[in-house]
């Protein structure tokens, strides 16, 4: 199974800051790779797809980015809306496979 | 709106079967895959496999291979997970979401079961 490692596993932050979250693959997944945000008690939400296509409705301050087999997803600057959680996920082949998640909190 | 909505939360004993309940609207239910994720507390996610609405045909992961069932209801619009002989490391929370094009993605998801394996 491809092995997705996401850093860091939590992460605190300001309104108004830029954030990077990273994921790495352990093998080759192109850019099959898709970000995800999720808030307790409520559906996770697809951000990003295809390593760097905005979903449809995804604020633009969302970006991601890929170079060989590690990932990134920047916010631009963090709205309250965004403390969440977020993980990465790689549809290159199955069992598909997540990041372990990365709690966003407000400092 | 695009939406699924999963059937509610449910206790068993270990041994029991357990089975979850995905009803898709607003859109054409066998045009996208479903897929079946979970979560334990304090854990990450865990794919566990998924079926074309339109064929009924699935994949699933290895690890579940035996245990799990997955089936549809075209003339509901529903997907089904069925999870047997359970144990306390099946204790988790299961969502179904809808494979995006080509499967690539999982675009809409329910708002998850809470499945609870207690003796």
């Known amino acids: 199974d491809i092995q997705m490692t996401q850093s860091p596993s939590s992460l605190s932050a300001f309104v108004g800051d830029r954030i990077t979250i990273t994921c790495r693959a352990s093998?080759?997944?192109?850019?099959?790779l898709n970000w995800y945000q999720h808030k307790p008690g409520q559906a996770p939400k697809l951000l990003i797809y295809?390593?760097?296509r905005l979903q449809s409705g995804v604020p633009s301050r969302f970006s991601g980015s890929a170079s060989g087999t590690d990932f990134t997803l920047t916010i631009s600057s963090l709205q309250p809306e965004d403390f969440a959680v977020y993980f990465c996920q790689q549809s290159y082949t199955t069992p598909y496979t997540f990041g372990q998640g990365t709690k966003l909190e407000i400092k | 709106q695009v939406q699924l909505v999963q059937s509610g939360a449910e206790v068993k004993k270990p041994g029991a079967s357990v089975k979850v309940s995905c009803k898709a609207s607003?859109?054409?239910?066998?045009?996208?895959?479903i897929n079946w994720v979970r979560q334990a507390t304090g854990q990450g996610l865990e794919w566990l496999g998924s079926?074309?609405?339109?064929?009924?045909?699935?994949a699933d992961a290895q690890k579940f291979q035996g245990r799990v069932t997955m089936t549809r209801d075209t003339s509901i619009d529903t997907a089904h997970l069925e999870v047997s002989s359970l144990r306390s490391d099946d204790t988790a929370v299961y969502y179904c979401a809808r494979g995006g094009k080509y499967q690539l993605y999982m675009d809409v998801w329910g708002k998850g079961t809470t499945v609870i394996v207690s003796s």
């Open positions: 093998q080759t997944i192109n850019t099959n």
């Open positions: 607003g859109y054409t239910f066998t045009t996208y895959d």
């Open positions: 295809a390593a760097s």
């Open positions: 079926i074309n609405p339109s064929t009924g045909n699935t």
